[in-house]
Nanobody
């Protein structure tokens, strides 16, 4: 099994940037397809971005396309989410997720492993 730990969240003004990290242990990330999700208070967990197991395919939610970038560092066994041009509506707890499937997955049910989440707050 793989264990995931997110970090990098915080408070930022609108228009600012943050980089989230998801450190993996137990198994190498290259064995998994990966995803970032977020959940705001009172709302369901929503898809942000996904990456195929090979890393060759990524898919972004329309709301973050062009502002967020997912990347994976196999040497450090870490997944990243670079978030630029942040908006107040990006405020949420952000989770990374992993699954042994091959292609990009966009629903929470498709992922078996989850981190504990990191809070991102964007002030207006």
């Amino acid at each position: 099994q793989v264990q995931l730990v997110e970090s990098g969240g915080g408070l930022v003004q609108a228009g600012g940037s943050l980089r989230l990290s998801c450190a993996a242990s137990g198994r190498t990330l290259s064995r998994y397809r990966m995803g970032w999700f977020r959940q705001a208070p009172g709302k369901e967990r929503e898809f942000v971005v996904g990456m195929s197991r090979s890393g060759g395919t990524t898919l972004y939610a329309d709301s973050v396309e062009g502002r967020f970038t997912i990347s994976r560092d196999n040497a450090n066994n870490t997944l990243y989410l670079q978030m630029n041009s942040l908006k107040p509506e990006d405020t949420a707890v952000y989770y990374c997720a992993a699954d042994s499937g091959l292609i990009v997955a966009v629903t929470p049910k498709q992922y078996d492993y989850w981190g504990q989440g990191t809070q991102v707050t964007v002030s207006s």
